[in-house]
């Protein structure tokens, strides 16, 4: 049991991708000016107030959906949580221009600390080459053997 455990840690590679404390004004919202990852991957978001009736939530929005929110019109999001004083978001990003913003929805401002972590899998392709090879040498080994098979067996049965 502890074997499996200890391989499905190792499956994932896990990196912290950000580590800030941002002062956010009432009513207001800040975002990570770059985006969280190139590949998919799965995305931890873990924010924490010090007040504890701060009304803050965590979005993951797009890029052209950021460019909406900054410009103050509609705009779509990823992921989000819903507000209070702490909260955790864990979801699957596929695009590469995928952002997160912290928002203040209180009326006084808060100081948030965000942390973000990121575990994409150590995921290995074989190249054409190497995989026509593999096939190659299994439909050998496996004819081989039943050959093998074959000529013990028909010896066995004639007399």
Not at 9 to 15: L, V
Not at 114 to 134: D, H, I, K, T
């Amino acid at each position: 049991m502890i074997a499996a455990l200890l391989f499905l840690m190792a499956a994932f590679a896990r990196a912290d991708l950000i580590d800030e404390t941002f002062e956010i004004p009432a009513g207001d919202w800040r975002y990570v000016p770059r985006p969280l990852t190139e590949e998919p991957a799965m995305v931890d978001c873990i924010f924490q107030c010090g007040r504890p009736d701060a009304q803050v939530r965590l979005v993951l929005v797009s890029h052209a959906d950021l460019n909406a929110w900054r410009t103050g019109r509609d705009h779509d999001e990823i992921a989000a949580t819903p507000a209070g004083p702490r909260g955790t978001l864990r979801t699957s990003v596929h695009d590469a221009d995928t952002y997160v913003a912290i928002e203040n929805r209180a009326p006084q401002p808060v100081r948030v600390r965000l942390r973000v972590f990121l575990e994409q899998p150590r995921v290995r392709y074989l190249s054409r080459g190497r995989q026509l090879a593999v096939i190659a040498i299994s439909f050998g080994v496996f004819f081989a053997i039943v050959s093998f098979s074959a000529r013990k067996l028909l010896k066995a049965i004639r007399p």
